[in-house]
């Protein structure tokens, strides 16, 4: 079913694009040093940044999943909800499945901070930046949602 939705601003559909493709850049940097070891990590390993005891903690799985595979099948399923042309689209169903995603994300996040700060006592700075990309990326894609987004088709 289509529903006629807001007319969304560029800067939304190609900041909501770019912070995207950010995020599977990095979620790919950090999947390929999962699997490669954190010797693949630029990042210190001494004092409260230390990205691989972050990497490597039992908090790096979810589910027994690692969590940088969670992390980029989180944006290349953003990144088809946030290119150009589906935001073109009026689909109720696809602003709702780019809510929904985006709310699951940031759950995601905020407990994987928890984590860091918490349990691991350590900060990973890619982490970091794939945590403060999914919060843009919420705040710029949030600017879009109206009442109608969440309202029962009749």
Known sequence: MSDAT?????????????????GVAISTYLTIAHYKGTSFLACSEHGLV?????TTSAQSRFLGMPVSDLGLAFFLGMLGLNNPWMWRR???????????GLLSGMGFVLWLVAA????????CLWC???HIVTFALLLVVSRTWTGELFRRSR
């Open 128 to 130: 970091t930046g794939v």
């Open 50 to 54: 230390n990205c691989a005891t972050v």
């Open 6 to 22: 807001p007319t969304v601003s560029r800067f939304t559909v190609w900041a909501s694009f770019v912070l995207t493709i950010l």
């Open 116 to 123: 860091e700060l918490l349990i691991i006592d350590h900060i």
């Open 90 to 100: 009026s689909d109720r169903w696809i602003a709702q499945l780019r809510a929904l």
